[in-house]
């Protein structure tokens, strides 16, 4: 039976026999990779600037299980990195990890050169890690521009007495988060949706709105899990555009998990795969899918 | 000004509404009785209904905007209407002016009742759910044991005790909190004017903190705490401030209640009450602070207009409670009801389309 | 002897809570609600038996059956009329609702039986057995009581953890929509999960009784909320998590009533209640159960 | 039905009664027995022609504010009169409006000092000269009780357990103390509980341990009979000395009354008496209320409530078209007239200014499952 | 005459039209896949199928006989099984005993040969036997999922979007059950995102766009089909 497309095709055949031909190839171009002194993968615009994000030996336990073991990973300032593997290989976890919704058994994790232990989310959050979830996790109830200012909370100052009392500084804040918000909205070709309840939105919308969300925490490192689950082609192509446009507008640096080949082949720079709650591989694209353990493991054998 | 009035999002308007139904109700009901043209009985409920409906707004507070079940509001109420009574008692002889003392023993049972939310508060914000709501019930319970237990006195100076009036030592004076048996000769300090105010002022607090950045904070703990903590917000503090306001809240209208009574014991703030408010909360819709109002008003009048039918009476009550419940989540009911609402809601857009357009055309 | 007496006193009065605290954890277990009736059931079994003891004049074991029998059908019958149409609303909908239905059992009661309280005669009508020439009295109910809590809390065990029906009725109280597709009727096995907390309800409210033996339409409403306390401190959910809170809940009350104060007893139960879930937020027994993110 | 009331007056020939009490809720049956034992009354008098009356009963809950309101609702009624309320708290609530009104109020049972107020009682308030009570003030049976004690020997060392959640109960044992310490009675144990408190375990066990030989127990009927049902479990035997609170507990349903063998109690007025008037009233009072139980001391005190007023309407030739505020104050004079006074089923009864009541309660033993006079 | 046969479809929630008028045809042993954008209508379709939903109007008809009104509990013993969409497996309950559940209506000796033939499917599932199901990995409990829905031994599988969220080896693991199944005997009825591994096994398809069919067709048909590569395929 033949597999979804063969093989990957390398991005400028891609770009090249698109019909849509909305994607500016240019942004797609493959970047040269360098291995800084250590064994780690960088780009190579990045390799003298701090990485965004280091782990260092991560590990966490559940019970007997060792869900992520001795996991050494960097991220470039403004790199897109992929993190791939077979399900239950401990993706979502290492999320959970960075942004401590669990914390972690073993190992230390920088951002930006500045350790986290000892951090909680929130705090994870305002030194600047945004994320999404697997499974979509809006502010249901709230409207979709309230739910960017959610986003925006730390941006923006103002206090409980101020706002209870209607002081001058609310009307000056409340200005404040209506313009960004919109702003970011804009981002993504929302704002006109700015009034709607944001669980009555269609699944693609939902999931473009917990990017701008996370967008609008003004993070250094967006998480992604799973951004393209649930869409059909085509959605997620349009999606793939919106990642590397987010990433060269606010210049900063995107992981993500995702099952997608299209897409992780399509945008990622380097690429880490995970197994086992252990690395068991990372490179390039090209290196990744040339891999025989990641092809035994979790690309199964194309025919 | 302008700018501003034409910026209002729905839920201000929504707001104005409120304000707009309350400022109606009061007016009718102040000439009407001034008129004498309403019953003893309905004159009686005045108040009571005011320190309820202030009550519904504060809960709905914690319930509906913040998310977490509350089953010790009376609690704290019961907090706010001793401190309140002491502290009437205390200024007596000092200020003369009924309606001042009454605001200060109102803003003082407000700060006690903040502070018991607040120890309270700390140690139950560390729970979720249910287990939160068994919490909250405990604490209202130990509340009104250790109020069960407080002796308080007044010879001039202020004597507690937790064991009985004779170890207050007092030296004349007057017994203000007799343990379980409360505060008797209570001066009515009291009126509708008094209870309209707090009404407003309760109201603007909550819907003020609503419509800010930490209104919208206690929301989005309450729509989903994990998402909350990953854009970088302190659960914590904001169920706090939620719970602590509301505490507050509804200290301020204990102190109402119980100086509308020339006696009042710690048991009249039992689970009973505590479940009294929540169902006008539920009952007006959570979160609704409109809805919440309206049913706290009925729900006090209710039984009262049932007198006529005698031994039945809370039987009806009880079968009136389910049966509005029942009704109002009938999936037919919701159904047509979505679809009213729909409907305005469509004219509204409209509406504001239309505005729109007139606004864009006059900058153009 | 003093300490003896006071912890033979409390584990009887800790073994009714925990009997009422099982019916409590039932129905939270599985149907995910807190049933605010639940105490007024006890107060009905407790009528139907004095009814079917003092005016009909049936023997005590009659009674009983008699009594179970109507407080499961009564359990049956508030489900299908007051619960099921609110299977889809949200939970305070229902809260609401089982507080309604706790007043019109109140009420109803009042008027059928009167406010009169009654003086319920014990269903095991022996003598106090006597140890140390008579300083140390156990009353025969305390002994059935501990031997039907115990043996109600390995019954229900058994049953939710090895039997169809107990996994079924698991299923449910997570997604009921999943169980339908399973084959699994949700409202017979919600009906049953009610028949079967009201049937525990009976046998509480019977040994309630005996044991202090008053019966007023209020009677349930004070055990009801200390024995859903018990629950909560044995983990709500578990079913030896409410025998065990049950239990430890009688002695604290005995003990703090003994050595601290009667008048601080109430508060002191709820205060440990609190500490309990201050350091296991699930209760003693329960599973603490994270979100998986 | 009596209670169905809420309709305006009938014409002024009638004296329109308003009555307060629980009819629902935890102290339903206080109130239940004073709305019978005063329709009762009502009906009698409406009987004997003399006197017009109409009585319209309302649930209070034993709350204050639905007291309160239960009064404004009688006041629309067009209430001349109050018979009421049947517990203190509220009592305490409604006197101030009564008061306020100028609305003469009788209490059959509300027995707190500051249901009516007054320095020189000891009350928390200033008097309030329209309210008078029908049972003893709490202070008089604590004396009483002490006294009756101590001459007759009844008991060396003695417990008390009694509810301090109540102003009734934490009266009589307040005085009770003071006397017990004036006639160097031993008191070796002294506990209490709250309303709703079944479990009596610890307290009856406390008495026992300390060797008490006498259980004071200044408290109503339904604890007490739980807590000799806990002293046959416990296997504790002492002699029991209870307050008018106790009578009705041979009355309770179910009640097995060879646990109340032997217990001693004060009380003005009893079910069993042999005599016309309150065997009459037992007839009339069952047949009221619908049910075979025989009345208690609430119902009687209602009774009397009813009856003493029509007899001071009668005496003092008050009108029902009278104003209230005058049929007030003639009533407050009538009832302060030194020379007024009104034999009924709870005895010969007289009233100061304070508004309390003066009569002589009687000692009763329970033997054999009756009472019987214990003087005798 | 078809399996199961769904005509004129309607179905609301509140007061939103959320199915328009579908009507499909499955015929015995068939492979047929829903197919359409997000919010077209395929989950409510399915779901209204399985009896979770209720229909304004239509006919749903299996093996001759009418599924109206036919409670969801029913269904399982008619031979019809739903894998619903975003797994729904039983979180609290370990992953051995959700296996039994979805042999609830069967004797127990079934249910111990069902569970080794699952077992056999998904070794993962078997390692991981004890473990709470809720504990497990996305792509694992998906896994569980499939295997509670062939424990039943429905006539009728209706999947719904069964390869959501799993790794692309399991994704081919996936379409190479659902054709064993088939295989086997089983009909299917498939939903899915994947539409060209859906297209690329399915005997037929239908292509759902806001609560209505747009297109239907065999498989190999649609694959080839402009409107539904540009739509549905991507470039
Ligand atoms: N809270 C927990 N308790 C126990 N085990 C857990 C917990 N969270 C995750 N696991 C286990 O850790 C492993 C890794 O899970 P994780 O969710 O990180 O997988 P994943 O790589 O994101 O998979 P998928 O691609 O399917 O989402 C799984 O085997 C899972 O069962
Ligand atoms: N519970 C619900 N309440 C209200 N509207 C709903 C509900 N579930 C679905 N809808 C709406 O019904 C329409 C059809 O939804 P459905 O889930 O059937 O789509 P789908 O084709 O399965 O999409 P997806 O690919 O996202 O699963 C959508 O517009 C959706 O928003
Ligand atoms: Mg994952
Ligand atoms: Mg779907």
């Known amino acids: 039976m033949p597999r979804t497309e063969g093989t990957y095709k390398a991005q400028s055949e891609r770009a090249a026999g698109t019909t849509t031909g909305q994607r500016p190839a240019a942004k797609r171009q493959r970047t040269k990779m360098v291995a800084p002194p250590n064994d780690y993968l960088v780009p190579e615009r990045d390799a003298l600037l701090t990485p965004v994000l280091e782990c260092r030996h991560l590990g966490i336990d559940f019970g007997g299980l060792h869900a992520v073991e001795d996991l050494n990973l960097m991220v470039g300032k403004t790199e897109i990195a992929g993190l791939i593997g077979p399900n239950g290989a401990g993706k979502t976890t290492v999320f959970n990890l960075l942004t401590k919704v669990y914390q972690p058994t073993r190992g230390t994790i920088l951002l930006d050169g500045q350790d986290t232990a000892g951090m909680d989310t929130a705090r994870v959050s305002r030194e600047g890690i945004a994320r999404t979830f697997q499974n979509i996790r809006l502010f249901d109830s709230l409207s979709v521009e309230d739910n960017v200012k959610i986003g925006l909370h730390n941006q923006v100052s103002c206090g409980m007495w101020s706002g209870i009392f209607r002081m001058p500084r609310y009307w000056l804040s409340e200005k404040e988060f209506h313009d960004k918000a919109l702003e970011l909205l804009d981002v993504f070709h929302m704002a006109d949706n700015a009034t709607d309840i944001a669980g009555s939105l269609p699944y693609g919308a939902q999931r473009r709105l917990e990017i701008v969300r996370a967008l609008a925490t003004n993070p250094k490192l967006l998480l992604l899990d799973e951004p393209a689950a649930g869409m059909n082609p085509v959605e997620t192509e349009e999606l793939m555009d919106n990642i590397v446009r987010v990433r060269d507008r606010f210049q900063i640096a995107v992981l993500l998990i995702e099952h997608d080949m299209d897409l992780v082949m399509g945008i990622c720079e380097g690429i880490v795969v995970l197994n086992f709650g252990r690395l068991i591989a990372k490179g390039t694209p090209e290196e990744i899918q040339a891999n025989p353990q990641v092809v035994e493991a979790y690309l199964g054998k194309q025919d | 000004m302008m700018e501003r009035l034409k910026g209002l999002s729905t839920p201000s308007r929504d707001n104005l509404v409120t304000y707009a139904l309350v400022f109606a109700a009061w007016a009718v009901m102040q000439s009407l009785a001034s008129a004498h043209a309403i019953s003893s009985s309905m004159v009686g409920l005045l108040v009571p209904i005011t320190a309820y409906v202030s009550l519904a707004i504060s809960l709905n507070l914690v319930v509906g905007i913040s998310g977490e079940l509350s089953l ?148 989005a703990v309450r729509d989903n705490r994990i998402a909350a903590e990953s854009v970088g917000i302190d659960t914590t503090k904001y169920r706090l401030m939620a719970f602590v306001v509301a505490a507050a809240l509804a200290g301020m209208a204990g102190a109402l209640y119980a100086m509308n009574f020339s006696s009042i014991v710690p048991k009249k703030f039992d689970f009973n009450t505590s479940i009294l408010i929540l169902v006008f909360v539920v009952l007006g819709g959570m979160g609704n602070i409109r809805g919440g109002i309206i049913s706290a008003a009925l729900l006090t009048v209710l039984p009262e207009k049932l007198r006529f039918i005698g031994d039945f009476r809370m039987l009806i009550y009880a079968v009136v409670l389910i049966s509005v419940m029942l009704f109002s989540n009938n999936a037919q009911v919701r159904m047509t009801l979505d679809g009213i609402r729909t409907r305005l809601a469509r004219k509204d857009d409209d509406e504001a389309l239309a505005d729109g357009e007139r606004g864009g055309g006059a900058h153009a | 002897m003093g300490l003896l007496t006071n ?206 033996p008053t019966l007023m339409p209020t009677t349930g409403s004070l055990p009801g909320i200390k024995a859903f306390t018990a629950a909560v401190i044995g983990g709500i959910g578990s079913i030896p998590g409410a025998a065990l809170g049950g239990v430890l809940l009688g002695i604290i009350e005995i003990f703090a009533k003994a050595y601290i104060g009667t008048q601080l007893a109430d508060a002191i139960v709820f205060a440990v209640l609190i500490v309990v879930l201050l350091i296991r937020p699930a209760g003693l027994l329960g599973k603490e159960i994270h979100e998986k993110v | 039905d009596s209670s169905a009331g809420g309709g305006s007056a009938s014409a002024g020939d009638t004296f329109m009664i308003g009555g307060i009490g629980p009819v629902t809720g935890a102290a339903a049956i206080y109130g239940s027995a004073t709305k019978y034992g005063a329709q009762v009354a009502v009906d009698e008098v409406n009987a004997a022609g003399a006197v017009k009356m109409e009585l319209n009963w309302q649930d ?94 009844l008991g060396t060392k003695i417990a008390v357990i009694y509810n301090n959640a109540d102003a009734y109960s934490t009266g009589i044992y307040q005085k009770f103390v003071e006397e017990a310490g004036a006639l160097e009675l031993e008191i070796v144990s002294t506990q209490t509980f709250t309303d709703d408190q079944t479990d009596f375990s610890v307290q009856v066990g406390d008495a026992k341990d300390k060797g008490a030989d006498l259980l004071f127990l200044p408290i109503y009927y339904t604890p007490a009979s739980l807590i000799l049902s806990e002293a046959k479990k416990q296997g504790y035997a002492p002699r029991f000395f209870g307050v008018d609170g106790m009578d009705g507990i041979l009355t309770l349903e179910g009640f097995d009354t060879e646990l109340a063998e032997g217990v001693m109690l004060l009380t003005p007025f009893v079910a069993t008496a042999e005599d016309e008037a309150t065997q009459a009233f037992n007839e009339a009072y069952k047949a009221a209320s619908g049910s075979n139980e025989n009345p208690n001391q609430f119902a009687a005190d209602a009774y009397d409530c009813v009856k003493a007023l029509a007899q001071a309407i009668e005496t003092a030739g008050i009108t029902p078209d009278m104003a209230t505020d005058a049929m007030c104050d003639a009533l407050i004079a009538q009832f302060t007239d030194p020379g007024f006074s009104y034999a009924g089923l709870t005895g010969e009864s007289s009233w100061s200014v304070t508004g309390e009541v003066t009569k002589t309660p009687k000692g009763m033993v329970i033997e054999g499952g009756v009472y019987m006079p214990l003087d005798a | 005459m078809a399996m199961l046969k769904v005509a004129d479809l309607n179905v609301y929630y509140g007061s939103i039209h959320a199915v328009k008028g579908v009507s499909f045809e499955v015929e015995e042993g068939e492979i047929v896949t829903l197919i359409g954008a997000n919010g077209a209508g395929k989950s409510t379709t399915l779901n209204t199928v399985a009896g979770l939903l209720k229909l304004r109007t239509g006919s749903i008809e299996f093996e001759g006989e009418s599924l109206v009104g036919i409670p969801a509990h029913k269904m399982i013993a008619k031979g019809i099984a739903l894998c619903p969409e975003g797994r729904r497996v039983f979180q609290d309950l370990t992953v051995r005993d959700n296996l039994d559940m979805g042999a609830f209506t069967r004797s127990d000796d079934e249910v111990v040969e069902m569970r080794k033939v699952v077992y056999e499917r998904f070794p993962r599932l078997r390692e991981r036997r004890r473990q709470r199901a809720g504990t497990l990995s996305g792509g694992e409990q998906q896994m569980l999922a499939m295997g509670r829905a062939l424990m039943g031994r429905p006539k009728l599988m209706m999947l719904d979007e069964p390869s959501m969220g799993l790794a692309p080896i399991l994704v081919q693991e996936i379409f190479d059950i659902v054709k064993v199944l088939n295989e086997m005997g089983t009909t299917v009825l498939l939903v899915e995102q994947n539409a060209r591994m859906a297209l690329s096994i399915a005997d037929r398809a239908y292509v759902l766009e806001t609560g209505r069919v747009v297109t239907m067709g065999t498989g190999a048909e649609l694959l080839q089909d402009d409107e539904v590569r540009k739509a549905y395929l991507g470039g």
């Open chain 2, 72 to 219: 010790g509001h009376a609690g704290f109420m019961s907090v706010g209407a001793f401190t309140g009574l002491v502290v009437a008692q205390i200024l007596a002889p000092s200020v003369a002016s009924g309606p001042l003392r009454l605001l200060v023993s109102m803003l003082a049972a407000g700060g006690v009742a903040a502070l018991a939310g607040l120890v309270v508060g700390v140690p139950v914000m560390r729970l979720q759910g249910d287990y939160l709501a068994i919490v909250t019930l405990a604490f209202g319970e130990i509340i009104k044991n250790l109020l069960n237990n407080l002796y308080v006195g007044f010879d001039g100076g202020l004597h507690l005790s937790m064991t009985n009036v004779a170890s207050l030592g007092m030296s004349g004076g007057k017994v203000l909190i007799n343990g379980p048996q409360g505060a008797v000769g209570i001066e009515k300090l009291s009126s509708f004017m008094a209870g309209m105010l707090l009404v407003l002022f309760t109201l603007l607090v909550v819907t003020n903190l609503v419509n800010s950045r930490s209104g919208r904070a206690i929301m």
């Open chain 4, 60 to 153: 209070d809950e034993h709350d204050p504010e639905k007291s309160v309101n239960a009064y404004n609702t009688l006041k629309d009624w067009g209430m001349q009169i109050l018979v009421g309320t049947t517990t203190t708290t509220p009592c305490v609530a409604v006197s101030t409006e009564t008061n306020a009104d100028r609305i003469f109020q009788l209490t059959p049972s509300a027995s707190s000092v500051n249901v009516l107020g007054g320095e020189e009682i000891g009350a928390d308030s200033p008097r309030k000269d329209n309210v008078f009570q029908m049972c003893f003030t709490d202070p008089n049976q604590g004396t009483a009780s002490a006294q009756y004690i101590s001459q007759q020997k």
């Open chain 3, 7 to 212: 912890l033979i006193n409390g584990i009887s009065l800790g073994s009714v809570y925990a009997i009422i605290a099982l019916g409590y954890t039932m129905v939270y277990g599985i149907a995910k609600m807190l049933n605010f009736a639940h105490g007024d059931v006890i107060m009905v079994g407790g009528y139907i038996c004095f009814i079917a003891m003092n005016n009909v004049g049936l023997p005590p074991v009659v009674a009983v059956l008699l009594s179970i029998v109507g407080c499961t059908c009564l359990g049956i019958v508030v489900e299908r009329l007051a619960y099921k149409p609110l299977r889809e609303a949200p939970s305070l909908a229902v809260l609401i609702t089982a507080i309604g239905v706790s007043y019109f059992l109140q009420n109803t009661a009042l008027l059928v039986w009167g406010a009169d309280p009654k003086a319920f005669r014990s269903v095991i009508d022996s003598p106090s057995i006597k140890l140390f020439n008579g300083q140390l009295t156990v009353s025969p109910v305390s002994i059935v009581t501990v031997l039907a809590c115990v043996a109600i809390m390995v019954g229900l065990t058994l049953f939710t953890s090895r039997t169809k029906m107990g996994k079924a009725m698991r299923a449910c109280s997570e997604d009921k929509g999943a169980a339908q597709l399973m084959g699994i009727n949700v409202n017979t096995t919600i009906s049953m999960v009610f028949a079967i907390g009201s049937g525990l309800a009976a046998i509480a409210g019977v040994l309630l009784c005996s044991t202090y």
